[in-house]
């Protein structure tokens, strides 16, 4: 992917680098296509309603070139309800940078995601990655505590000496930094960013995994990139996000996953699933709507806990909201135990779920892909645990056997069971785990973000599961491209 730096023809003439090519808005709007695609970086000091800056933007975005900022960001930085959005959405991050800052006024420069002061990169960051704007300046103003007055896209031209030379030296920076995802347009059509977390120690995927993934991906003319939150990813250099890092709504995944969709990425796991496959008391609430069979529930909060404690039967399950990888899943007791265990949960939220205990030597999961059954496993319980994870233990017996069952021949009944759960979330990729009692089913939870291990689930499908997936991918960016018809 070529990149164009867009500047007015004063700024232009100072500015030379073999990174990157550039033009002025006309020769912008003038250029023709060629072969590939373009990153757009409109610094131009244009950018009103049907300037020529203005117009770069929109023409990038109907070029399908990605464009820095986009015409929707130009037009949203008017509007004070956004500038409040994006406030609440980094307060805590600039209230605790800004502590030491003397006076009520404070102005940032942004370029390109940095500050000329390294102490102020974070914010810069974090701005940027929601705004996608090449440079800009954000205008705080501190009453009772730190507020955005306003955010305003810059041109170069408005810098100071000092902040202009660092300007040139953080677009050769950024450039290169950012050249290992660049795509090969020989050998590919798209490309994949697969976000992973090589420290977590229950990851998603295991390598082997991830390795299979790249190598269904270029099968299909995809390539796939590996990459970390910490490498500080430009997302819109992308055509697809696949996350394989534990998801929560408080976290970066959750956040990626929405800059992707605001820059027509295809995602999985989408905003949206996060945002309720990693809630337990949405989903309870969700599944008690639809009727969907699961163990007897009750949502508490400090009150309605201590009004119904004796009613409850023991040993019972209590689960934190956002619990994940059977953490924040605890089987309780006793009413002492569960008194006890629950004023330690609600220091960090106002709601408990606790469940029904159902004892089962195993638990299902149902692989789930856009509405399609990918795979069936059994999950058996760790040795003497009740959970098929036994997060105390630190020995080799710390997880479950495993047994994969092939699609056609597990149970119909359980295969519209799953299906049935997952058109209530989405279309995406999901995990859907199930206890059997006799003949009938019940539904603990739906993942967004399932295990998908070599050996595991991989199990019956081998290197077919994983060129699924890939698939899947290739279709979903063909749409959002408007290359195949929905």
């Not at 050249?179 to 347009?185: D, G, I, L, P, S």
């Not at 999985?268 to 309870?284: R, V």
């Amino acid at each position: 992917m070529k990149n164009i730096v867009v500047l007015d023809e004063k700024i232009k003439e100072k500015i030379n680098s073999d990174k990157f090519e550039v033009m002025t808005p006309m020769q912008y709007i003038l250029h023709s296509e060629g072969e590939g695609r373009f990153a757009v970086y409109n610094m131009s000091s244009k950018l009103g309603y049907q300037d020529s800056g203005y117009y770069v933007s929109l023409l990038a975005r109907a070029r399908n070139d990605k464009i820095y900022p986009s015409p929707r960001i130009i037009q949203d930085l008017k509007d004070k309800r956004i500038r409040k959005i994006i406030s609440d959405y980094l307060d805590d991050l600039f209230q605790t940078k800004f502590k030491a800052i003397k006076g009520d006024e404070f102005v940032l420069t942004s370029v390109l995601g940095k500050n000329v002061s390294d102490k102020y990169n974070v914010i810069c960051w974090e701005f940027f990655r929601i705004l996608q704007a090449p440079l800009f300046k954000i205008f705080f103003k501190k009453g009772k505590k730190w507020n955005i007055e306003k955010i305003k896209i810059v041109s170069p031209d408005a810098l100071s000496p000092v902040l202009f030379d660092y300007f040139c030296f953080r677009l050769n920076e950024y450039f290169e930094n950012y050249t290992v995802f660049k795509k090969a347009k020989s050998k590919f059509r798209y490309d994949l960013a697969i976000l992973h977390n090589s420290q977590e120690p229950m990851p998603p995927s295991n390598e082997k995994a991830l390795e299979k993934f790249i190598k269904a991906a270029k099968k299909l003319e995809i390539r796939a990139d590996l990459v970390e939150y910490k490498d500080r990813i430009n997302i819109p250099e992308f055509d697809a996000l696949f996350i394989r890092e534990t998801t929560f709504v408080t976290h970066h995944t959750y956040r990626l996953a929405r800059w992707a969709e605001s820059e027509r990425l295809f995602v999985i796991d989408s905003a949206d699933s996060i945002l309720k496959c990693s809630n337990k008391i949405y989903l309870e609430q969700m599944l008690s709507q639809h009727n969907i069979a699961k163990p007897k529930s009750l949502v508490v909060d400090r009150s309605l806990l201590s009004k119904n404690i004796e009613k409850l039967n023991f040993p019972c399950i209590l689960k934190k909201p956002d619990s994940a990888f059977s953490l924040g899943v605890f089987k309780v007791s006793s009413p002492k135990e569960l008194l006890n265990l629950s004023d330690k949960l609600f220091k960090d939220t106002e709601l408990l779920l606790i469940q029904e205990f159902l004892k089962t030597d195993f638990d299902w999961r149902v692989g789930v892909l856009g509405g399609e059954v990918i795979f069936v496993c059994k999950y058996y319980m760790a040795n003497n645990h009740w959970q098929i994870i036994d997060n105390e233990s630190n020995g080799k017996d710390k997880e479950g056997e495993h047994e994969s069952v092939p699609v056609a021949e597990a149970d119909p009944k359980l295969i519209r069971f799953a299906l049935h759960a997952t058109n209530k979330i989405g279309n995406g990729l999901y995990g859907v785990d199930i206890k059997q009692k006799g003949d009938k089913y019940y539904l603990i939870e739906i993942n967004d973000n399932p295990n998908i291990d070599a050996g595991v689930e991989d199990e019956i499908l081998g290197e077919d599961l994983y060129l699924k997936i890939m698939n899947y991918f290739l279709n979903g960016i063909q749409k959002y491209k408007g290359v195949l018809n929905d």
